[in-house]
């Protein structure tokens, strides 16, 4: 088991209803997205910190997991930044706020995406897609492609500790043509991989008749009170924000 769907076992929301939990987090997605940043933000974030306390995430991995793709999104702030023209690089008016504020945006909405994903074991989160409607075939696919990439990762982690016994990473020219070694090995891997597992699936039954997966443990039923304390929370949040009761503060 790798550490997210070990983490997400073990939380205290790992019983909760899925819907319920999808409905809180996405919900906050949605709200980091189209509300006005201020007060929106700090107040999803408020609440995305006290959920993942109460869930008892192990922080040194949720925090890993939003600051990958927070890595991504820093050389992508550039461009709102300056501009490039005849003049050369010049500072774009108004750039520098408009960045943070994209940043804040995602940041915030990956926070509760992930949390959504350390408290919610992937099994649980395909029999949910079952019940909901979404078609066999489609969470056949996710499952198939969730198992792939696991099993890739640890070849990839395989393939890591062997060059480092042979010393691949004893220098910085060793590291660069090891590293390039592994990925474009695991890259051949990949490809192969997915083409037998393509010609597996294009062999095998109706997929609509195959197992999704199984929950590990039982699962409580949608609690109304539950879902309606989350919906409250959400139309506060939203209310807040449009009503403009919190003014913005004077930089």
């Keep these: ?3 997210l769907e070990q983490a997400a076992a073990t939380s205290r929301l790992a019983r909760v209803n899925v819907g319920q939990k999808a409905l809180l987090f996405l919900g906050l997605l949605l709200l980091a997205v189209s509300l006005p940043p201020w007060p929106a933000l700090p107040m999803i974030a408020v609440v995305i910190i006290a959920s993942a306390i109460y869930a008892r995430v192990p922080w040194r991995l949720y925090l890993g997991l939003v600051g990958a793709p927070t890595s991504f999104l820093l050389p992508g ?5 300056w501009s490039i023209g005849a003049d050369g690089i010049s500072l774009i008016d108004g750039g520098t706020s408009d960045a943070a504020r994209v940043l ?3 940041v915030t909405a990956m926070s509760a995406t992930m949390l959504f994903a350390v408290t919610t ?8 897609l079952a019940r909901i409607g979404v078609p066999d075939w489609a969470v056949q696919i996710t499952m198939l492609t ?3 990439i696991g099993t890739l990762i640890d070849t990839a982690r395989t393939m890591y ?11 910085w020219r060793c590291w660069i043509s090891s590293l390039a070694g592994q990925a474009s090995s695991l890259f051949v891997v990949a490809f192969t991989r997915a083409r037998t597992l393509q010609e597996g699936m294009e062999l095998r039954a109706d997929i609509s008749a195959a197992a999704t997966g199984t929950t590990l443990h039982t699962v409580r039923q949608a609690n109304a009170r539950a879902t309606a304390l989350i919906v409250l929370v959400l139309l506060a949040v939203t209310a807040v924000s449009l009503s403009g009761m919190i003014p913005a503060p004077k930089l």
Excluded: F, K, T
């Excluded at 500790?161 to 220098?171: F, I, K, P, T, V």
């Design 121 to 128: 074991p992937m099994s649980e989160q395909l029999a949910w």
């Design 77 to 81: 702030m550039v461009p709102l930044i």
């Design 146 to 148: 969730y198992r792939m």
């Design 161 to 171: 500790h062997a060059q480092a016994q042979r010393l691949g990473y004893s220098n």
């Design 1 to 3: 088991m790798n550490p």
């Design 104 to 106: 804040c945006r995602c």
